[in-house]
């Protein structure tokens, strides 16, 4: 996932931050650098990224650097509540409540993944124990509709004229009515024509406008026109999975002041998160925020996986895990911080589970492997390493390879190897 490319350049550009001695003007502005242009890189707008510059100086300027304070935290806390603003799409306008009928409307262009976040809407909400169903308001949907997850999951759906649709489900007792509409691949006027006259027939509570987040910050555009054209009161933001340009079209978005309120992160009906900003900008940071915290000792160049290993054994420990959030602002968000909890959680349980199936000579080779690889290709690929981890599955695959990135980061791998001698220093029967 292109967006974990954000998340590494943005978590190394702070934590080398945190690896210089004595932090002053250049060290911060290189930072600085460093995640202006993974920003860049990910489409965000510049002027965003420009004044969220100028906004982490003026924090940062505003404490006495040269006193007692923590100055690593206090860049890390200007940078974290500066990603927020930027992505921050404030809230909803209209919150369904269970057991009382809404009406939500889908709209977007074709190909947008409206009619895949129709049925992952519903599912959602049906996991926690609402009644939804579903209705089509577009000519050859009702086939789509019936093919797709919606029957599998047994969502009822309609698909002939919505308005009977939504008339026969309200009599039903199903408390969410979920409306999918037309299908054009452009802007143009009659898909505005077609969406008002589904929603004057409907009336919808609810109008949810879904997006492709590949168009980058091009979403500012699109957010805007159908904002002027129907009355949005939230967004859902589809493949978050595929490319560079996610964060880039979030930004967009929050720019117009639409809510977020969903994220689609693949292909499969589970794959759809809640948008919520704090635990988002968290996870982008989330493995240097796991570590900021450990003793330097760590960052020296000295660490084996063995130590990683036992670190990671501690981290799983509540208590650890707890100091970890405790680097994350606000005690208001609670619940969602113990989701947040519970995925670092899992993520740790994972390494070491991948490390218990190891033994000491296994991890040793496959560092050098890894070794290896950054000093020759570089590009380390799943089809490569599935050459080394035969038996390994894609998921344990990336498990390894998100596990080994982590040690890189730490270990500041390259530094050491050019200490070393670089490959030419490695015993060959390693190899
Ligand atoms: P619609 O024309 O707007 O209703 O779009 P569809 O729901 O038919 O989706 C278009 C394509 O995008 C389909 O192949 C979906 O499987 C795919 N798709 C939808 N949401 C996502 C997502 O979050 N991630 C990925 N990778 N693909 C998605």
């Known amino acids: 996932m292109v967006l974990a490319q954000l998340d590494g350049s943005i978590s190394r550009a702070i934590q080398q931050m945190s690896n210089a001695t004595i932090i002053d003007d250049n060290v911060l502005n290189e930072c600085l650098n460093e995640i202006t242009r993974a920003l860049l890189q990910s489409d965000v707008q510049l002027k965003l990224v420009s004044d969220m510059q100028t906004n982490i100086k003026r924090i940062v300027s505003l404490h006495d650097l040269t006193g007692g304070h923590n100055k690593r935290r206090i860049i890390q806390q200007a940078i974290f509540t500066e990603l927020c603003q930027i992505l921050d799409p404030r809230k909803s306008s209209f919150t369904p409540k269970k ?28 996991k926690k124990g609402w009644k939804p169903a579903l ?17 599998r999951v ?10 009977e649709g939504v008339k026969r489900f309200k009599k039903e007792n199903y408390d969410l009515i979920i409306v999918d509409t037309g299908g054009h691949h452009k802007q143009e006027a009659s898909l505005f024509e077609e969406m008002h006259q589904v929603a004057e027939a409907t009336r919808p509570d609810l109008v949810i406008f879904v997006m492709d987040s ?6 500012f555009d699109q957010a805007q026109a159908f904002k002027q054209s129907v009355s949005v009161g939230a967004v859902i933001i589809t493949k978050m999975d595929g490319h560079a340009k996610g964060v880039g079209a979030l930004s967009a978005v929050a720019a117009t002041k639409s809510p977020v309120i969903f994220i689609g992160t693949g292909e499969h009906i ?9 635990p988002f900008v ?13 003793p330097q000792k760590l960052f020296e160049g000295n660490l084996t996986l063995r130590m990683m290993y036992e670190k990671f054994q501690k981290i799983l420990k509540r208590d650890s895990i707890g100091q970890v959030l405790s680097m994350l602002p606000p005690k208001s968000a609670e619940l969602t ?3 947040h909890e519970k995925e ?25 492997i890894w070794f290896y690889f950054l000093n020759s290709a570089r590009e380390i690929t799943i089809e490569s390493n599935s050459f080394f981890f035969p038996r390994a599955s894609g998921r344990r695959v990336r498990e390894v390879m998100g596990m080994l990135e982590l040690y890189k980061d730490i270990a500041k791998v390259r530094s050491k190897l050019g200490e070393m001698g670089g490959i030419g220093a490695l015993p060959r029967s390693m190899m």
């Open 99 to 126: 057991g009382k009928a809404s009406v939500i409307m889908f709209v977007g262009l074709q190909g947008s993944g409206k009619t895949t976040a129709c049925t992952k809407y519903a599912y959602y909400h049906l």
């Open 135 to 151: 209705v089509s308001s577009r000519a050859g949907a009702f086939d789509q509709l019936k093919q797709n997850d919606a029957t």
């Open 154 to 163: 047994k969502i009822p759906f309609y698909g002939r004229i919505a308005v």
């Open 214 to 219: 590949s168009i980058g910050q091009a979403a």
């Open 270 to 278: 589970d794959e759809f998160e809640v948008f919520d900003v704090k």
């Open 282 to 294: 968290s996870r982008l940071l989330d493995i240097l925020m796991s570590f900021v915290q450990l």
């Open 337 to 339: 911080l113990n989701d």
């Open 344 to 368: 670092i959680q899992a993520k740790f349980k994972s390494y070491v589970t991948v490390m218990d199936s190891m033994t000491d000579e296994g991890k040793q080779k496959m560092l050098y």
